[in-house]
């Protein structure tokens, strides 16, 4: 790992006013260039401890620093991609591609042109014009994707992308978003419920524990990228799959 990591959490905890601590002793330091899921039962903080990390909601104690400042002063190096693809209905996929840059007051030009190239990155250069409501659900977070990374951010962060997806559309996506990061390259932070997709993404798996949220496993992930679809099969892949829902069940018991 680089000398100094990208993102390092220590000793952070987490609650809500005066209510009971919802992540409690997280330490974690992660390297520009990893991938890491956090995966662990409901309730457990996963998607707080993601909006902490983007400075989007602030820690009750310990520290989070993001390239060495707080996550608030670094919101421009990040994005931060839902559930729910959270396009706007009335726009047409370029036009919600563009917004970012649009926010960000980007010339026409670079807009067009940056547009064009990440339509193109996640395959819906044919779809620019169609409204979201013509989209099937898996081109819709294709969509969210497109428009995150067209300010090309140094850290992505995906709360259960595709958890509301059949399994088949998302393996797809999940071999999607690998060939994206090997062309457009980011630090990614990714929440699943999926042992099998938090495998086949990540460097890194985090599995937290619940009440309060805490760290209980972490599992290095040795397959080198570029990943193929076929690792799914590999005895390697399933032993990784089998240790991972181990310590899963090890938090749920
Ligand atoms: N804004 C909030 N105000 C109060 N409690 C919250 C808020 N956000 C989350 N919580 C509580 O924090 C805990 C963790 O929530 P969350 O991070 O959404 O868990 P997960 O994403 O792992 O399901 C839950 O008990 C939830 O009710
Ligand atoms: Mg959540």
């Given at each position: 790992m680089n000398a100094a990591p990208l993102v390092a959490i220590r000793g952070l905890q987490k609650r809500f006013g005066a209510g009971p601590l919802v992540l409690d002793?997280?330490?974690?330091?992660?390297?520009?260039?990893?991938f890491v899921s956090f995966i662990g039962p409901s309730g457990c903080g996963k998607s707080t401890l993601?909006?902490?990390?983007?400075?989007l909601t602030s820690a009750s104690d310990g520290l989070i620093t993001v390239d060495g400042t707080p996550p608030e002063k670094a919101r421009e190096k990040m994005?931060?991609?839902?559930?729910?693809?959270?396009?706007?209905?009335?726009?047409?996929?370029?036009?919600?591609?563009?917004?970012?840059?649009?926010?960000?007051g980007d010339a026409p030009g670079h807009r067009r042109e940056r547009v064009a190239r990440m339509l193109e990155v996640?395959?819906?250069?044919?779809?620019?014009?169609?409204?979201?409501?013509?989209?099937s659900g898996g081109?819709?977070?294709?969509?969210?994707?497109?428009?995150?990374?067209?300010?090309?951010?140094?850290?992505?962060?995906?709360?259960?992308?595709?958890?509301a997806l059949d399994e088949m559309t998302r393996d797809r996506l999940n071999e999607d978003l690998l060939a994206i990061r090997s062309r457009n390259?980011?630090?990614?932070?990714f929440v699943t419920h999926?042992?099998?997709?938090?495998?086949?993404?990540?460097?890194?798996?985090v599995v937290l524990g619940v009440n309060?949220?805490?760290?209980?496993?972490?599992?290095?992930?040795?397959f080198p990228y570029p990943r193929q679809p076929e690792l799914r099969e590999t005895p390697a892949f399933l032993r990784l799959l089998a240790t991972t829902a181990q310590a899963l069940r090890a938090v749920r018991s």
């Open positions: 002793g997280i330490n974690l330091e992660v390297g520009q260039g990893e993601l909006r902490l990390i983007a400075g994005f931060f991609v839902f559930q729910d693809a959270t396009l706007m209905p009335w726009r047409r996929v370029a036009e919600n591609v563009e917004l970012p840059l649009l926010l960000r996640v395959g819906l250069s044919g779809a620019a014009e169609k409204f979201p409501w013509q989209l081109m819709r977070m294709r969509v969210s994707i497109a428009r995150a990374l067209t300010v090309a951010p140094e850290i992505l962060l995906l709360d259960e992308p595709f958890g390259s980011f630090t990614g932070f999926s042992v099998a997709e938090a495998v086949f993404l990540s460097s890194r798996i309060p949220g805490r760290v209980t496993a972490v599992i290095d992930v040795p």
